[in-house]
């Protein structure tokens, strides 16, 4: 089991491959995905699925490009599709390109096997409608998106953002996690449920 990331596209989104045993998920493809493609390529490695934590244009650059070259297909919170109408999702927001379209296959709240290791889907909500968490116990980490960052959480000022549901979801979400699990989050350094329990500011004082 390994987990490697690729900070791609303009904004450096942190690209995440799961491996096991030859077969890999990739999670929020956010620009080319050449350097995931030709490292799954050198290690002999198959690309089972795409992942979606949510569906803003910095995570899913490369998507269709991924999904092309690979013929793997890609999913999403089907709440989140409504952000495609808008900037933050299909892309053109302060100059930035817009979004390849591409096709999305529902997946939502619940229990799942990928690629022979048990994933634990939680939907989180608040940075977007339909954002997910990809919980997996056996790695001992958590995929959070823009949800919660090394003390710090995911802007809400974008369209369908709401701060309540957001400091809700990591707190019935993410802090009932163990506390060594490791969070790794669309952008910055990876930290852990309880370290972000202790010390991230915008909890500081809050009951949970």
Do not use: W
């Amino acid at each position: 089991m390994e987990i490697r990331v690729f900070p791609l596209g303009p904004l450096e989104t942190n690209c995440y491959v799961v491996i096991n045993e030859k077969k890999a998920l990739v999670i929020d493809p956010g620009g080319d995905p050449a350097p995931v493609l030709g490292y799954l390529e050198r290690g002999g490695i198959e690309l089972d699925r795409i992942l979606n934590t949510h569906l803003h244009f910095d995570h899913i650059y490369g998507n269709q490009p991924l999904a092309e070259a690979s013929g793997k297909l890609i999913y999403a919170s089907p709440d989140d599709l409504i952000l495609m109408d808008t900037e933050v999702g299909r892309g053109g927001l302060m100059g930035f390109p817009t979004v390849t379209p591409f096709e999305t296959e529902d997946i939502t709240e619940g229990e799942m096997e990928l690629i022979g290791l048990e994933c634990k889907i939680y939907s989180t909500p608040g940075h977007t409608p339909g954002s997910l968490t990809f919980h997996f116990p056996a790695l001992k980490s958590a995929f959070v998106g823009d949800l919660i960052f090394r003390r710090s959480i995911g802007r809400t000022d974008f369209p369908y953002g709401n701060t309540e549901q957001l400091m809700q979801s990591v707190k019935e979400k993410i802090f009932t996690l163990p506390a060594e699990t490791e969070l790794l989050s669309g952008h910055g350094p990876a930290t852990s449920v309880g370290d972000e329990m202790n010390h991230n500011p915008f909890f500081s004082g809050v009951q949970i």
